[in-house]
């Protein structure tokens, strides 16, 4: 195991202000000055105007350029401006110029391969292991596109005319495998580097200061934090998330208020849960790396509050046993999941593949959260269960 680095953005700034100080107030900016201190949910679908004329103005520009319509809003499904502050604020915490939020990281996905393909950039170079469903999103072509599948060091030699992106995610899920992000992207050339962010968030880390062009975040996770909204998002400059917002708005995949809402609210807390969750998770892989029970613990050097570890006894069995634990897919809530990737996750991807890419039939997905580590450590110690001194057989899982 790796030495943890929790923490590692405690003192970015973004701008003049600190990434704590942005994650509490950004998206909130106007708020005293209007006499509130929460902000409002705009639950309207459709807006009133008497001025027909100044409306289709506003919807012709912006199907110019998919810039936010100025003046009132016109459609819910152009945008909200609920779904707007948290928009602004995740923007400011990535460092970029914009941030265009979906239903779901699937729907920020697929929005991103469409905006490339709409382009005839229908070409992906990507670098496994990726999310088990963006992993089958790419490989099953739903979306027109074609993939190239590499490690970091063939992405260059990967690159053809017709790329219009690179894929990779650092950490990665589930392997917890980290790469080089500038390296990546200097790799990448003029073509844009995607980083999925899910699971370092920016208080670990910003893409976009190390190259990447796109960084894409299932919101469902950490920046919602509490398990109860679905959502995807997409920080990037001006001009891609014009294209990405008329994608939305063609498509359908847009946001609901009351999730920008609680993403807005959950981003208050993001530093303060992250860098909590992390210190649970340094402790508790320096358990497992003990632990002869364990055969290997992958904890990355940026620290996070994910854990991966395989064990030499059968991982369906202590799924089974774990009390405390939750055993459920997804992660980044305040409790502790934990899940089998061979199993849930992970697989829809190809059984040689998802092995090739490390993630093997012993391997558990552990997602810290806020509980007790003293607790938690209990819990996973009785559902480890008695040392076996040879690995268990296990069934073979299949893709």
Not at 113 to 122: I, Q
Not at 260 to 269: A, H, V
Not at 362 to 376: A, I, P
Request: aromatic letters at 4%.
């Amino acid at each position: 195991m790796d030495a943890a680095s929790t923490g590692a953005y405690d003192d970015v700034r973004t701008a003049s202000r600190a990434l704590a100080t942005e994650a509490v107030h950004a998206g909130r900016d106007d708020l005293a000055r209007q006499g509130l201190h929460a902000p409002p949910i705009d639950l309207s679908t459709t807006y009133p105007s008497y001025d027909s004329r100044a409306e289709a103005a506003r919807i012709d520009a912006f199907a110019t350029d998919g810039a936010d319509p100025s003046g009132p809003p016109v459609y819910g499904r152009l945008g909200n401006p609920t779904v707007s502050r948290f928009e602004t604020a995740l923007a400011r915490l990535e460092g970029t110029e914009s941030a265009v939020a979906f239903a779901s990281g699937m729907a920020a996905l697929s929005a991103v391969l469409l905006a490339r393909s709409a382009t005839g950039l229908r070409h992906v170079v990507a670098v496994r292991p990726l999310y088990g469903c963006s992993d089958h999103l790419l490989t099953a072509g739903l979306l027109g596109t074609e993939v190239t599948w590499t490690d970091p060091a063939g992405i260059a030699d990967a690159l053809r005319p017709d790329t219009g992106l690179v894929m990779v995610e650092s950490p990665a899920n589930p392997t917890l495998a980290e790469l080089d992000l500038r390296a990546v992207a200097h790799a990448c050339g003029s073509v844009p580097l995607l980083a999925d962010n899910t699971f370092a968030t920016p208080v670990l880390q910003r893409p976009v200061e190390q190259g990447a062009r796109l960084v894409l975040h299932s919101a469902t996770k950490y920046l919602g934090g509490h398990g109860d909204v679905l959502a995807g998002v997409v920080a990037c400059d001006e001009e891609f998330a014009g294209r990405l917002r008329q994608i939305r708005f063609a498509t359908g995949g847009v946001l609901h208020p009351l999730a920008g809402y609680l993403l807005l609210r959950g981003l208050s807390t993001l530093p303060v849960r992250v860098r909590a969750a992390s210190a649970n998770a340094a402790e508790l892989a320096r358990r497992l790396t003990a632990d002869p029970r364990v055969a290997r613990v992958h904890y990355p050097r940026i620290g996070g509050a994910m854990i991966a570890f395989e064990v030499h006894g059968d991982p369906h069995e202590i799924i089974s046993r774990v009390r405390l634990v939750t055993p459920a897919v997804s992660l980044g809530s305040v409790d502790t999941l934990i899940q089998h990737p061979a199993s849930i996750s992970h697989r829809i991807v190809d059984a040689d593949d998802r092995r090739g890419a490390g993630v093997s039939d012993r391997l558990l997905r552990l997602s810290v959260g806020l509980e007790d580590v003293d607790d938690l450590w209990a819990d996973l110690d009785t559902a480890l269960g008695e040392y076996v001194g040879t690995p268990v057989p296990l069934q073979e899982v299949r893709g």
